[in-house]
């Protein structure tokens, strides 16, 4: 194979699924084999199929899995009043405020991280190995407790900075002090849905939602940040843990988000 030359590419080849017949000839097929093959069309009409052996390397090649869902190569991108105005092969008209030039790049939608309490990041690897329930009684717990405004916005912040070089453009967080990091998240520019994640302790006939402290927050957080930052920020209703609360605050939160639309 060394001494071979190499065989060049003018884009007619293309690689398929493939059966491995009992005669050892190959058929292309619709499901994954773990066998590829080169469909290679001739001029006659005829199709050969080599079985695909060995490294290959792909230069200057338009991608995408599936015929629906092609990758564009060359295309422009247009961002209006900061939604996405325009995809196409063809240059937009008119003139923009900023040009970015994307060649060697990939443009693709941002990571979504659809579960986080990103203040957390102060309690990295605080009460490691233990199981969940001392690690939340004896650890975070108390730890959390100490921890106000201030704090919460500079672990907000932190955790912001970790998943935005990360890709992420978007979190759905839950996590106490919830203002704080609504305000962490509106100055970072992604997006987020934020609950407080309701909590009682006390026995299920004595809830009240006008008693109950994660109540009165998940009004005052619908009220002061939903739609904030253009839609920018959703607010949702949750609960902490089925073992961190009760029955009537699992109903009130569930009747609190249908009727507010969240």
């Known amino acids: 194979l060394l001494d071979e ?38 001029h006659d009409g005829t199709l050969t199929y080599t079985k695909l052996q060995g490294d290959v390397r792909f230069y200057d090649v338009n991608f ?19 939604k996405i105005a325009y995809v196409g092969d063809k ?7 900023e040009v970015i030039h994307g060649k060697g790049q990939v443009l693709m939608p941002g990571f979504v991280n659809c579960h986080t309490h990103i203040p957390m990041t102060l309690l990295r690897g605080y009460g490691g190995g233990c199981d969940l329930q001392t690690w939340l009684n004896d650890y ?8 106000d405004d201030r704090a919460v916005a500079a ?8 998943m935005i070089a990360s890709g992420v453009t978007c979190i759905v967080d839950m996590y106490a002090h919830t203002g704080a990091i ?7 520019g992604i997006s987020a849905n934020l609950s407080c994640g309701g909590v009682y302790f006390g026995a299920a006939e004595d809830f009240s939602p006008d008693r109950c402290s994660d109540c009165q927050a998940q ?33 009130w939160m569930a009747d609190y988000a249908q009727a507010h639309g969240l």
């Open 5 to 42: 030359e190499p065989e060049t590419d003018d884009g007619y080849v293309t690689l398929v699924n493939a059966k491995e017949n009992a005669d050892g000839t190959l058929t292309e097929c619709e499901e994954r084999t773990n066998v590829w093959a080169w469909k290679h069309p001739h």
């Open 64 to 82: 995408g899995y599936t015929p629906e869902k092609t990758v564009l190569h060359n295309a422009y991108v247009a961002v209006k009043d900061g």
């Open 91 to 97: 240059r937009p008209a008119g003139t923009f405020q």
């Open 140 to 147: 975070i717990f108390p730890a959390e407790a100490k921890l």
């Open 155 to 162: 672990g907000t912040a932190l955790g912001l900075a970790e």
């Open 182 to 188: 609504a305000r962490q998240v509106l100055d970072a």
């Open 219 to 251: 009004r005052a957080l619908t009220e002061e940040w939903h739609g904030a930052g253009d839609g920018q920020i959703l607010v949702d209703a949750s609960i902490h843990a089925e073992y961190t609360s009760q029955p009537p605050l699992w109903q």
